[in-house]
């Protein structure tokens, strides 16, 4: 179960002058929405947000980045993809804030149906990635993990907790009561797991290609979208899981009977 003090948030990181925040459970989550995670990097003052979030859920997501850092301050916001669990609150973001969007450049054309004005703060990320500077000084990678499940599909690594946004991989999708902030026995979560991933997740060569990246990154954390954060062996206890998956087309006639 989720805490209920931690509608607030949580550090999972932190060392000296830079943060990595879990934004909290949403108290009012309504039913047959998919649960989702946001999260907050902070280095020297100046925010990076990864996956704010769609419209729905604006308000509260506003209310609890304001408990670490001036909206102000935030000077980057990364979606790991282009789906609307991700991206919808988009207008909402650039309106209150001065930051610039990072998405993979496949979706540039795509997001002003969520109702862009102001083409020029959307940068596009590059097919193998990008770094981005925090603040200037701390590096933020964004690693591919194209069909993953989305064709333009990034990670994000933060190099200074060593903590991966892995987006929607290794998503759970966790019944009413049965939520948990960390997995940290994989056995016990994969229940939760495996349906998704099967269904979403493109195939198991897309897979490979992604943790073959992420393998030598030694992630300490791996915090997804939906559901948990992975820590201690419950993250190599995915990575290995999800390295042996049939998933997507691999299975694709099972999915047509
Ligand atoms: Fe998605
Ligand atoms: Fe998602």
Redesign the pocket.
């Known amino acids: 179960m989720i805490a209920a003090e931690d509608i607030n948030g949580k550090i999972l990181f932190q060392d000296g002058d830079h943060q990595f925040i879990w934004l909290g459970a949403d108290p009012e989550a309504v039913s047959g929405v998919v649960q989702t995670n946001q999260y907050l990097i902070i280095e020297k003052g100046r925010g990076m947000l990864l996956d704010p979030g769609g419209v729905h859920l604006f308000a509260r997501v506003v209310a609890v980045v304001s408990r670490y850092i001036s909206l102000d301050k935030i000077e980057a916001i990364f979606f790991?993809?282009?789906?609307p669990?991700?991206s919808s609150g988009i207008a909402l973001w650039l309106g209150v804030t001065s930051a610039k969007i990072y998405v993979s450049s496949l979706w540039l054309r795509f997001l002003p149906h969520f109702g862009i004005v102001d083409q020029s703060r959307v940068i596009g990320i590059e097919e193998h990635g990008n770094t981005y500077k925090l603040a200037g000084s701390s590096t933020i990678q964004f690693i591919p993990a194209h069909f993953l499940?989305?064709t333009g599909?990034y990670s994000a690594f933060d190099e200074k907790s060593r903590i991966l946004f892995s987006?929607?991989v290794g998503?759970a999708v966790f019944p009413p009561g049965k939520e948990q902030l960390f997995i940290e026995d994989f056995d016990q979560a994969l229940p939760y797991v495996e349906p998704f991933h099967k269904r979403?997740m493109a195939s198991n060569r897309a897979a490979l290609q992604w943790i073959k990246r992420v393998r030598p990154l030694n992630p300490i954390m791996l915090a997804a979208?939906h559901g948990g954060v992975y820590k201690g062996k419950g993250v190599t206890e995915f990575l290995d899981w999800f390295e042996r998956l049939s998933c997507g087309i691999d299975i694709i006639e099972t999915i047509y009977k």
């Not at 790991?80 to 789906?83: E, F, L």
């Open positions: 790991s993809h282009q789906d669990d991700v499940h989305s599909n987006g929607d998503a979403y979208q």
